[in-house]
């Protein structure tokens, strides 16, 4: 599988950064979807793109742990403040999107395949 | 004046809750607490405090301690209990909380009913919108509201795989400054390390987050206070006890 970058997802206008400073110059490797914390810290993968609904700081940490490319919010969520304060201080690019997760990935699968 | 050790149980469910057993009525509650020797009790119903007003009247009358509580459904899907010092306060967040819940109408066939009994244990009314769905409010947020209402709130039944602070969060927040944690009454210290070792500089609660009458707690669990008063159990979940 090839991969696909933060940047040319953020180029495309379903997706905002809502945490700008960041860098994003970063590979997406491969996507994951989970909300319980506990369960993606022992699942997902360096690299991934991760979609998640939590908006809670330890979003931040989950990512900064598993050396994530990115957290992407579906469906319009928000990120509480110190979340966006905190992915800003550690290097995660935080993304906001109006899709759903599904959408989110099945458009992030055609983009690394192509 | 001697500490003495009360019984307690923190965690009890009425037949508002709707996985609460309709004889989880406010006398039932207060007379098997009495029957099985607790000293303090709390009721915990989801989202709401709708019956605090009569189990509280009849605690009072039997001369049983009584805490008010409810136990929030937060935004991020973690159930935690918030105790408030008296009534009126309980009554305060049971507003609050309200209005933060999603308008989704209860099927009772499904969850089960959503009763408001009087001290008489009559039916006065029925909460129409499901109280177990998440309310608009953070887990963060709510610390700093019932703080500010000087209660406390305790994370419940941490070690379980949903609805729970570990589970849904991952790890305990360290800017929440938490001081206390419920575990659930089957949870043996040794099953998890990494729990444990989450948890060690924790004071533990045990309570019983009774749905039936008879699981509510024997004299199993108890708290080293001056005297059953509110405050002092609220004091010892802060861990600001004098």
């Known amino acids: 599988m090839k991969t696909y970058s933060v940047d040319a997802l953020l180029a495309h206008e379903k997706f905002q950064l809502a945490n700008p400073g960041v860098e994003t110059n970063k590979e997406i490797g491969s996507v994951y979807i989970g909300d319980l914390l506990s369960w993606v810290m022992s699942h997902s993968e360096q690299n991934c793109a991760w979609i998640t609904v939590q908006t809670h700081i330890n979003i931040v940490a989950v990512a900064v742990l598993l050396e994530m490319s990115c957290i992407i919010l579906p469906e319009g969520c928000t990120p509480d403040e110190d979340t966006q304060k905190k992915a800003l201080e550690e290097n995660i690019p935080l993304l906001v999107s109006p899709w759903t997760a599904y959408n989110i990935a099945c458009f992030l699968k055609e983009k690394m395949e192509s | ?242």
């Open chain 2, 1 to 242: 004046m001697k500490n003495k050790a009360f019984a307690v149980d923190l965690h009890i469910h009425s037949c508002l809750s709707p996985c609460g057993d309709e004889d989880m009525t406010p006398n039932n509650i207060v007379n098997m607490a009495l029957l099985k020797g607790l000293d303090v009790i709390s009721v915990t119903d989801h989202n709401s405090g709708a019956n605090l007003p009569a189990v509280d009247a009849l605690a009072r009358e039997a001369n049983l301690g009584f805490l008010p509580g409810i136990e929030v459904n937060t935004k991020e899907e973690i159930h935690v209990l918030a105790y408030l010092p008296n009534l009126e306060r309980a009554m305060e967040l049971d507003e609050i909380i309200m209005k933060r819940l999603p308008k989704i109408p209860n099927n009772e066939k499904f969850f089960g009913a959503q009763l408001i009994l009087n001290e008489e244990d009559e039916c006065i009314g029925k909460i129409g919108d499901l109280l177990i769905n998440a309310v608009d409010l953070s887990l963060g947020d709510l610390k700093t509201l019932v703080e500010k209402m000087e209660g406390a709130i305790l994370p419940a039944h941490i070690d379980k795989k949903s609805f729970s602070l570990i589970a849904n969060l991952g790890f305990i927040p360290p800017d929440l400054h938490l001081r206390s944690v419920e575990l659930s009454s089957n949870y043996k210290q040794g099953d998890n390390t990494l729990m444990d070792s989450m948890i060690k500089d924790l004071r533990i609660f045990r309570s019983s987050d009774a749905h039936y009458l008879h699981q509510m707690l024997e004299r199993s669990f108890f708290l080293h206070l001056k005297e059953k008063d509110p405050m002092e159990v609220i004091q010892k979940i802060r861990g600001s006890e004098s």
